[in-house]
């Protein structure tokens, strides 16, 4: 990954981490409303679970902890873990027989973490600093991985999958959240740092994911549709006041990316 890339996706989210801390929305485009990417992905259950503040500092794409079957005793890892939010819910689920680690590279995200785990009592948890192309775990020591809206940021996702399988044990699994494309971006989309940062530019083909996933090691690699953007969410989140795209081509932008659930298992011995 280019430092500079890696810099503009530090900056956009220690941004929106102090937007949480100060404001309690950490909406990236400044509106105060969460994007059609990050609305209502949490039930209500486990919406009372959380402090309120966790919720609304999530920016994920949708809810790996639902999809992702933890089990007491587990270790689970958040890839990309901001404010904490799955983190917190993969805890209660992996109970205090397990834990969940959160990793992230972002100071402002990792202060705002550690802050929603006192407030929600959750003590199974720790937060690591660090990046996703180089987990500083040690091999075979998880038993789940999720990822929220993250692993899109990465311009080294062949590392983020080899990672990956390095620290998952033989038979465990991956279950990520993430926006993919079903058609290649225009090249004005792909080169836009803002666009980058914001999840969309960095998507992979879908098709791909399920590639480099196989190439990395996985096995039963599965890619689901779990939200579609119609044209009026793309208006709210590519015609935002820092976005380049006139109106068409965000409509189009939108008709070829999609919120995807991605299940993958590492081979048991
Ligand atoms: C879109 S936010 C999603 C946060 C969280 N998963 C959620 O659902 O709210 C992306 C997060 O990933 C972190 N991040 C992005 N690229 C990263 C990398 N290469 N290594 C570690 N953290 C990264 C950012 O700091 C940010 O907290």
Redesign the pocket.
Known sequence: ?TDDM?EA??QR??A??RTASCCGD?S?CGSGNKEPI?ADLYSLEEITELPVEALL?????GNPVALAEISEGEVVL??????G??VLLSARRAGPSGKAYG????DE?LDLARLNARKSGVRNVEFLK????AIPLPDSSVDVII????IN??ADKER?FAEAFRVLRPGGRLAVADIVARRELPGTVTADMDLWTA?VAGALLDRDYIRLLQDAGFCNVTLQSIREYPPEDARAFLAAPECVLDEEVAVAVASSIYSAFVRAEKPAL
């Open positions: 990954m890696r996706v530090r989210y220690a929106a981490a950490a990236c990050s500092a999530s920016l994920g794409c958040d890839l990309g873990s901001g404010g939010v799955d990793l992230d590279m972002t995200m660090g990046h996703i192309e990822s929220n809206c993250v940021l990465s983020v999840c």
